[in-house]
């Protein structure tokens, strides 16, 4: 069976990859991550996903290599990652009392053949006091996060409900990626 190679040094990423019981490489992807303005959020999430596999793939050709990206959209555009605490503030003010949707790109490439899917999970966030916001970017967690919050962490006191898959908000859906391995005779 060939190696795995998840392109990304994602702590998040790297422990659900983890629950395949399969032994992996992570390799830090430097690929772009700018957006085109014309991709709906799926098309997004895939792309950016891609281009972070086919980064490490060029130097992996026997590997199956996995990339992964995702991004928080309310009202129908996509919070990234904050720049700032002023960013982290006004993106989780701007969440608060509302639902979002999260999107999971991920890219599978082995032998020169490239494969993408994405899930997408809703979830709706309790109404957030300034106080609360204030101590979560306190705790420094929000701030390589997209959206500015982690669900696995701190950020899950902030969630009211979630409609979908929990590891798709966590950053990789591994019971989506399981299943595609194993139809696809990777694994």
């Known amino acids: 069976m060939p190696k795995l190679i998840l392109a990304s040094q994602s702590p998040r990423r790297r422990e659900l990859l983890q629950k395949l019981q ?10 772009d ?5 014309n991709q709906t959020h799926e098309e997004a ?22 990339g992964a990206d995702t991004v928080v959209v309310l009202n129908n555009e996509i919070l990234g990652k904050p720049k700032d605490r002023e960013m982290a503030k006004t993106m989780l003010e701007r969440l608060s009392g509302k639902q979002h949707f999260v999107y999971t790109g991920v890219a599978v490439i082995h032998q020169g053949t490239i494969q993408t899917f994405y899930e997408k999970t809703e979830v709706t ?3 957030l006091t300034k106080k609360e916001i204030d101590t979560y970017l306190d705790s420094g967690e929000p701030f390589d996060k997209a959206g500015s919050y982690g669900i696995q962490g ?15 908000v966590v950053g ?16």
């Not at 060029?58 to 199956?64: A, P």
């Not at 990789?172 to 694994?187: A, G, M, Y």
């Open 22 to 31: 399969i032994p992996f490489d992570s390799i830090t992807s430097n690929a």
């Open 33 to 37: 991550e700018q957006l085109s303005e």
């Open 45 to 66: 999430v895939m792309e950016l996903a891609a281009r972070k596999a086919k980064a490490i793939a060029s130097d992996y050709q026997e590997e199956i290599v996995i």
């Open 125 to 127: 966030f309790w109404e």
């Open 154 to 168: 701190l950020g899950s006191l902030f969630v009211k409900s979630i409609n979908g898959d929990y590891y798709t």
């Open 172 to 187: 990789l859906p591994i019971s989506r990626l399981n299943q595609f391995l194993k139809e696809n005779k990777l694994i």
